[in-house]
C-alpha cells in the first residue's frame, strides 16, 4: 500500500512532513516554535499513526536538560546544549538564529522547509530529495542573506543535515579509519555517552577517516538487524559529530569544513552546502551496502553503465624514470596481457625527473618525449587501447616555471613560512584566475594529445591555509573544493569521451562528491594483495565494485615486500575494477600467458562484479575471506574466496551464500556440478582452495532450470 503513496508530503495542520522509500518512513513535524523536529526513521508505517505520537518527552525533564524533540538543522539558540548545525553571528555581536515557519514546497521526490529568522533578515532552506526506488534521502540546506543594507552576516557553521537514531537498547558506531597506504579501516565500537567528532582537517575527504558511518543497536550482522547509515558528498575538510546524550538521545550533524567555515554572507548572497545522504534497513550492513551500491550506480556515478576497464599503469615498473621507448614497450606488453586503457604515470613533464621539481608545468618532457607525447598515444590506440595521462593540476613545486611566474598563486597566510610536503606546495583553485589556469591547460593536454583518461591526483594535505589580500581569507576551504569539482564536471562535458579516475596519493579523496565526477577511484597505494582484502572491504561498506580501482603488480610487493602468487594476487583484485601496475618487462613469459588468461576471465565475469549485488559473505576477520556477486535476476553468480595464512588442521569451511534461491539449482560452470540452491544457502560450497598460504579460488555459478 505504501507504494503508491506519494514520495513526500507535507500536512500543515498538524507540520507533518512524511518522506516514504521503498523501505522506510521518514517523518518531521514543524514545532511551535518554528523549528523542524524529528520525528520517526524506520520501517515503513501508516501516515495516521504517525499523525498520533506524542511531542517527544525528556526522560529527565528539568531545568538545566535540553529540548526533548531532536533537531533537523538544530541552531544556537533556545534549550539545545548539543553541538550546533547552523552558527551564525551578526554585525551587531548576536549569536543564533530563532526560527518563524515560513512555508513549504513539494515538488515530486523534493521537500522545501523554509524558516525565516524572527530577527533578521536570514533565510534558511532544509531540502529533502528522495528518487523513486531508492532508499536514500539526500538532504542539504541553503541559507540566504535577505535584506538590503550593507550589513553582513558571518557564517561560523552550516551543516548540511542533523540526523536522528531512535530510542535503542544500545548504540554501536561503525566508520572507516587509517592512513595512507592503509586506508577504509573499518570500526565498529560501542558508542560513548559523549561527543564523537569524525573529522577531516587536511582541505581533502582524507586518509584518515571518511564521512561515512553506520549506527545500530549493537546486535546487527551482515545478513541481519536495524542498520542507519549516513554519507557526505564533500571532498574538502568536513566535520560530523556524533552525539549521545546521558538520557538516552543519539543524534548526529555534519557537514563541510572542520572547526569551522568562516563565511560571510552579504545582502542577496546564498550559500549552499553539499548533499549529506541517509538510508535506513532492517536487513543488516550487507544490506545496506547494496542500497548504497544502487543509490552510486543511479544517481551518482556519470556514466554508471559502461564497463571499467582493464588499466595498465606504469608507475610501479619506471617511477619517474620515464622515456618512449621504455612506455612504448610497456604499452605492448600490456597489449598482450589484454590491458584496454594505457596510463602513463608521473615523470613525463617539465623537469620532472623526481618529486622536487615540475610540478604545474603540464609539457612534455623533451629529453623522455623528444617528439611529445601524441606518437605514444598513437601507439597505444593502435594497440587498441584507450591512453591516459597522470596529472596532478592543484600542485606545484618551487622549482618549476608555474611558480616562478606565479608564486602568489599558492595557499599560503602572510607572515607564515609555507610548509612543504613531498616537496609541493598547494595551488589555490579559489582564485578565478587559477581556476581559469588549470581548466585551460587541462582541456588543452587532453585535446592536444588526444588523451582518453585522466588519472587525477593530489598528493599533500592543506597548511597554513590563507589568501593574501583576500577579504574572505577562509572561503578557501570551501571554494578550493568547488572549483575542482566545476573544472571536471567542465572536462567531461567539453569531451564527451573523456573518463577521469580519483587519486589522492591512493584513498585520500574518495566520496560522493567526487565520485559524481569521476568514474572509480584509486583505493591505495598500497597494492599488497593481504592488506588490500580489509582495504577493499571498507571501501565497499558504501562505495560499489566499479568504482574501486585494483591493481595486479609485482612479487615482492613493494611495499611490504611480500611475496605472493600470482593468481592470488589477480583474485584479490577482480573483486574491483581490475588494473595492471607491475612492471611487465621483467615478467616471465609463462606470468604473461597466466596474466593473460586471467585478464580473459576478469572480462567475462565483468558484469557481475561491476554491477551485480555484492554479499561480504565471509568477512576478513575470519581465516577466509569470501565475496558473492549476484545478477540481479539470480541467473549468474561469482564467488571470490581469498586465505592469506593456512593452519595445519584447520580446513577451509564451506563458503555459504544466502542470496541464492533455495528452491533453485545451479551449475558450477568450471566443474560441470549441479547444486541445490538450499544446500548452498544453509550449508554452503566447497571453496576449493589450493595447499598453502595465499590461496585463492573463482567460482561460477549459473542457475539452471529445475
Not at 169 to 180: E, I, K, N, Q, T
Request: charged share 25%; aromatic share 8%.
Amino acid at each position: 500500500m505504501l507504494a503508491t503513496l506519494p514520495l513526500v508530503t507535507f500536512e500543515p495542520g498538524p507540520g507533518l512532513a512524511v518522506l516514504r522509500t521503498p523501505n522506510s518512513v521518514y517523518a518531521l513535524r514543524v514545532g511551535a516554535d518554528g523549528s523542524p523536529r524529528h520525528v520517526y526513521w524506520g520501517a515503513p508505517v501508516d501516515t495516521g499513526l504517525l499523525s498520533e505520537l506524542p511531542e517527544a518527552v525528556s526522560p529527565a525533564a528539568s531545568s538545566f536538560e535540553a529540548d526533548a524533540a531532536a533537531d533537523e538543522l538544530a541552531p544556537q539558540t533556545g534549550a539545545r546544549f548539543g553541538p550546533a548545525g547552523l552558527q551564525v553571528r551578526f554585525s551587531d555581536g548576536t549569536r543564533g538564529v530563532q526560527w518563524r515557519f515560513a512555508g513549504h514546497r513539494v515538488e515530486g521526490g523534493e521537500l522545501r522547509l523554509l524558516l525565516d529568522d524572527r530577527h533578521r533578515p536570514l533565510r534558511t532552506e532544509l531540502c529533502y530529495r528522495v528518487r523513486p526506488g531508492t532508499d536514500v534521502i539526500e538532504r542539504w540546506t541553503e541559507l540566504t542573506h535577505t535584506g538590503t543594507t550593507d550589513e553582513p552576516v558571518s557564517v561560523g557553521r552550516l551543516d548540511s543535515a542533523a540526523w536522528t537514531a531512535p530510542p535503542l537498547a544500545d548504540y554501536r558506531l561503525s566508520h572507516l579509519v587509517g592512513g595512507w597506504n592503509s586506508e577504509f579501516q573499518l570500526r565498529r565500537d560501542r558508542l560513548p555517552v559523549a561527543e564523537t567528532v569524525l573529522t577531516s582537517r587536511r582541505g581533502l575527504t582524507g586518509h584518515h577517516a571518511s564521512p561515512w558511518l553506520a549506527v545500530d543497536d549493537g546486535t546487527a550482522t551482515e545478513e541481519s538487524g536495524e542498520v542507519w547509515s549516513t554519507a557526505l558528498a564533500w571532498s574538502g575538510s568536513w566535520r560530523v559529530t556524533v552525539h549521545r546524550d546521558p538520557v538516552g538521545r543519539t543524534t548526529w550533524t555534519g557537514g563541510f569544513g572542520h572547526e569551522g567555515i568562516d563565511w560571510t554572507l552579504r545582502p542577496g548572497e546564498s550559500l549552499r552546502t553539499p548533499v549529506y545522504a541517509g538510508l535506513y534497513t532492517p536487513q543488516g550492513f550487507g544490506a545496506a551496502s547494496r542500497a548504497w551500491h544502487d543509490h552510486v550506480r543511479r544517481h551518482v556515478l556519470p556514466e554508471p553503465g559502461r564497463d571499467r576497464p582493464v588499466l595498465y599503469n606504469s608507475w610501479e615498473a619506471t617511477g619517474f624514470d620515464v622515456h618512449e621507448a621504455g612506455q612504448m614497450r610497456l604499452a605492448g606488453l600490456a597489449a598482450r596481457a589484454g590491458a584496454e586503457l594505457f596510463v602513463l604515470d608521473d615523470g613525463w613533464f617539465g623537469t620532472r625527473r623526481d618529486d622536487r621539481s615540475g610540478l604545474g608545468d603540464w609539457t612534455p618532457r623533451p629529453e623522455a618525449f623528444p617528439r611529445g607525447l601524441r606518437p605514444l598515444a598513437d601507439e597505444v590506440h593502435r594497440l587498441g587501447m584507450a591512453f591516459g595521462l597522470w596529472v596532478e593540476p592543484e600542485m606545484v613545486n618551487r622549482d618549476s616555471e608555474l611558480y616562478r611566474a606565479h608564486p602568489e598563486w599558492v595557499v599560503h597566510s602572510p607572515r607564515l613560512d609555507a610548509t612543504e610536503l613531498r616537496n609541493q606546495l598547494v595551488l589555490d583553485f579559489g582564485r578565478p584566475e587559477v581556476e581559469a589556469w588549470a581548466q585551460e591547460t587541462l582541456d588543452r593536454l587532453v585535446r592536444d594529445h588526444d588523451v582518453d583518461w585522466l588519472k587525477w591526483d593530489a598528493n599533500r594535505a592543506f597548511t597554513e591555509a590563507g589568501r593574501h589580500g583576500h577579504p574572505d581569507p577562509d572561503r578557501l576551504w570551501i571554494d578550493h573544493t568547488r572549483a575542482v569539482h566545476r573544472i571536471m564536471d567542465r572536462l567531461r562535458a567539453a569531451h564527451p569521451g573523456l573518463r577521469i579516475e580519483a587519486c589522492a596519493g591512493g584513498g585520500g579523496r574518495v566520496d560522493l562528491g567526487i565520485l559524481a565526477r569521476t568514474d572509480q577511484a584509486w583505493t591505495s597505494d598500497n597494492t599488497d594483495p593481504v592488506d588490500r582484502i580489509g582495504i577493499q572491504h571498507g571501501f565497499g561498506q558504501l562505495f560499489p565494485a566499479q568504482a574501486m580501482a585494483a591493481w595486479v603488480t609485482d612479487s615482492p610487493n613493494g611495499v611490504t615486500g611480500r611475496l605472493t602468487p600470482l593468481r592470488f594476487r589477480f583474485h584479490v583484485a577482480m573483486a574491483g575494477a581490475l588494473g595492471l601496475g607491475g612492471d611487465l618487462a621483467s615478467w616471465s613469459e609463462e606470468e604473461l600467458a597466466e596474466a593473460a588468461g586471467l585478464v580473459d576471465l576478469y572480462k567475462r565475469i565483468r558484469p557481475l562484479v561491476q554491477r551485480g549485488h555484492q554479499y561480504r559473505v565471509a568477512p576478513p576477520t575470519g581465516p577466509v575471506t569470501a565475496v558473492h556477486y549476484a545478477a540481479p535476476d539470480d541467473s549468474a553468480h561469482v564467488v571470490l574466496v581469498w586465505r592469506p595464512t593456512a593452519r595445519f588442521g584447520h580446513p577451509p569451511a564451506p563458503v555459504r551464500l544466502p542470496a541464492l534461491d533455495p528452491g533453485a539449482r545451479y551449475v558450477d560452470e568450471d566443474l560441470g556440478r549441479v547444486h541445490s540452491g538450499a544446500v548452498l544457502v544453509r550449508q554452503g560450497i566447497d571453496p576449493r582452495l589450493p595447499a598453502g598460504d595465499h590461496a585463492s579460488s573463482l567460482i561460477r555459478l549459473r542457475r539452471v532450470a529445475p
